[in-house]
Nanobody
Framework: QEQLVESGGGLVQPGGSLRLSCVAS????????IGWFRQAPGKEREEVIC????????IYPDSVNGRFTISRDNAKNTVYLQMDSLKPEDTATYYC???????????????WGQGTQVTVSS
């Protein structure tokens, strides 16, 4: 019933941009903090960026600072991840997740999307 669906991934050259979308159905997304995570093959999943219910954002790895931007559109029940100046090391499956206090450290997210693949390669 409660579902998150990511889209917008694909193949892009280094230095390019992608905009990922995360659409919620079955629940009201603006009641939750939303985090974007990524997982590369053979690597541990990491949280990249989070937006809280008031629109405040938290960036976790310094490597994406200045390149990734998160935003939300409550009317569309959607959260976006704008990725600019992409690098090969950004290659991963990207997931969105929702939790009431998800922007706090060391919390469990209750709702997850299926993931969308981002590949940065020439």
């Amino acid at each position: 019933q409660e579902q998150l669906v990511e889209s917008g991934g694909g193949l892009v050259q280094p230095g390019g941009s992608l905009r990922l979308s995360c659409v919620a159905s079955g629940f009201i997304l603006d009641s939750y903090d939303i985090g974007w995570f990524r997982q590369a093959p053979g690597k541990e999943r990491e949280e990249v960026i989070c937006i809280d219910k008031s629109g405040g954002t938290t960036i976790y790895p310094d490597s994406v600072n200045g390149r990734f931007t998160i935003s939300r559109d409550n009317a569309k029940n959607t959260v976006y991840l704008q990725m600019d100046s992409l690098k090969p090391e950004d290659t991963a499956t990207y997931y969105c997740a929702a939790e009431v206090y998800g922007c706090l450290a060391d919390v469990d997210y209750h709702y997850w999307g299926q993931g969308t693949q981002v590949t940065v390669s020439s």
